[in-house]
């Protein structure tokens, strides 16, 4: 079956270090996203690429990083800088029928 | 210009009434306006969407009514049941290039449905 990957489901992270959250899709698309999630206020851009090699900014991007060497492939690194890093984190593709979202990948700080 | 503005943030619904859940935005280069539902845990997952050249699209329970001059649209859950507990977004788009979307989120509504 078709679908985005999202791994770890859990993931913990202690101050000052950076984590890697992994998103893997085999549905062939082109755009590729980062959302975040906290309670209350919706899904928030961090990063979106639109081919491989290429990616911008979202509405939250201070704080974050991503790559995209491949098509299926579309890491998100939460790095020190993010201070308020615990969230649910989205990955999601897309085609002009809509998005596609992972099952999310929770992030807390300890 | 880009916000989308939903309604009510939280609904709690007898087993098989109706639940209605709405959405306002401002931006007329929105094309397409997708319902999204999401379970606990999980991410959200397309559940309905129109386009603004049609007032209303029905699949199954589920029905979108829209209002373009007003710049509102709205999701009817008919015969709701407890199944359909969960949260529930809408969103806007513009259609860029190549399959990526600009897509604008509602901040959601947690719908409760008791038996």
């Known amino acids: 079956d078709g679908g985005i990957t999202q791994s770890p489901k859990y993931l913990f992270r202690k101050e000052g270090q950076n984590v890697t959250l992994s998103c893997e899709q085999n549905?062939?698309?082109?755009?590729m996203y980062w959302y975040r999630q906290d309670p209350g206020q919706g899904l928030r851009l961090i990063y979106y690429?639109?081919?491989?090699?290429?990616?911008q900014k979202g509405d939250i991007a201070e704080g974050y990083s991503v790559s995209r060497e491949k098509k299926e492939s579309f890491p998100l690194t939460v790095t020190s800088a993010q201070k308020n890093p615990t969230a649910f984190y989205l990955c999601?593709?897309?085609?002009?029928?809509?998005?596609?979202f992972g099952s999310g990948t929770r992030l807390t700080v300890v | 210009q880009q916000q989308v503005k939903q309604s009510p943030q939280s609904l709690i619904v007898q087993k098989g009434g109706i639940s209605i859940i709405n959405c306002a935005y401002e931006?007329?280069?929105?094309?397409?306006f997708p319902w999204y539902q999401q379970f606990p845990g999980k991410g959200p997952a397309l559940l309905i969407a129109?386009?603004?050249?049609?007032s209303e699209k029905k699949e199954g329970r589920f029905t979108i009514s829209f209002n373009k001059s007003a710049k509102q649209f709205s999701l009817h859950i008919m015969d709701s049941q407890p199944g359909d507990s969960a949260t529930y977004f809408c969103?806007?788009?513009?259609?860029?290039?190549?399959?990526?979307?600009?897509?604008?989120f509602g901040t959601g509504t947690k719908l409760q449905v008791i038996p």
């Open positions: 549905l062939n698309h082109d755009a």
């Open positions: 690429s639109q081919i491989v090699n290429d990616f």
């Open positions: 999601a593709s897309s085609t002009d029928y809509g998005y596609t």
């Open positions: 129109i386009r603004p050249d049609v």
């Open positions: 931006n007329t280069a929105f094309d397409y």
């Open positions: 969103a806007a788009s513009m259609k860029r290039s190549g399959g990526y979307q600009k897509v604008t």
